[in-house]
């Protein structure tokens, strides 16, 4: 998984930690990128008790609020998130004045966000957040990049986005035609407005 500039961009983050500071750092990128994957590759990087890794997907809004609206057959987009409650959340972290702040985490094996899952400790020098609308300038995503310390954008070949996020859906029960129509559907359709942001990243990540 390493390559120079993965590399480059880990020591130059490091460098930034040693004052003792937390830093908020950012990893966005379109449905099916990596994302998780790397956030999680990025915090073993660190050792326990250095960094934490709290994702966007925990304010999904659940099914109950959903389910019978038009919302359901676009999960995933921008409107179906509490936006207002993650730029909350990065707020209390970037404060860092708190004993311990628990965050919420979206479980795929229920397609439901679970409240309370991740603990932050205040001693935790670097938190790690992942999600697609990171650097959106528009509704209440616009104040989150002012919470981030810096933010990394995971840029994947179309090709291999698309088979994972097919993959992924399959995986979690759907059929086939049906995955195959979501990935190019409601996920293509997030995956532009995501792309449209790249530029606003601090560092490109190629994967």
């Known amino acids: ?11 130059a983050l490091r460098g930034r930690l040693a004052d003792g500071r937390r830093i908020i750092l950012g990893i966005a990128g379109a449905p099916g ?25 925990g304010f999904h809004l659940a099914n109950a ?14 409107d179906t ?25 979206f479980r795929r094996t229920i397609d439901e966000p679970v409240a309370a899952s991740i603990a932050v400790p205040a001693a935790v020098p670097l938190v790690i957040t992942e999600g697609n609308y990171l650097l959106v300038e528009q509704g209440p995503w616009k104040d989150i990049r002012a919470q981030l310390d810096e933010a990394w954008f995971v840029d994947t070949p179309q090709d291999l986005r698309m088979s ?16 195959q129509a979501w990935a190019a559907g409601p996920d293509e359709a997030n995956a532009r407005i995501i792309m449209a942001t790249k530029a606003s990243a601090d560092r490109i990540i190629n994967w």
């Open 164 to 179: 994972r996020l097919v993959a992924r859906h399959i995986g979690f029960g759907m059929e086939p035609r049906a995955a």
């Open 81 to 105: 998130f509490d936006a207002g409650g993650y730029l909350a959340l990065l707020r209390r972290l970037v404060s860092r004045d708190e004993e311990v702040v628990y965050a919420p985490e």
């Open 33 to 57: 990128s990596g994302k998780s994957t790397f956030a999680a590759w990025l915090q073993q990087q660190f050792g326990p008790g250095s960094a934490v890794v709290v994702p966007m997907d």
């Open 65 to 78: 609020i959903i389910d019978g609206t038009p919302l359901r057959q676009r999960k995933g987009a921008m």
């Open 1 to 11: 998984m390493d390559s120079p500039e993965i590399t480059e961009a880990v020591d």
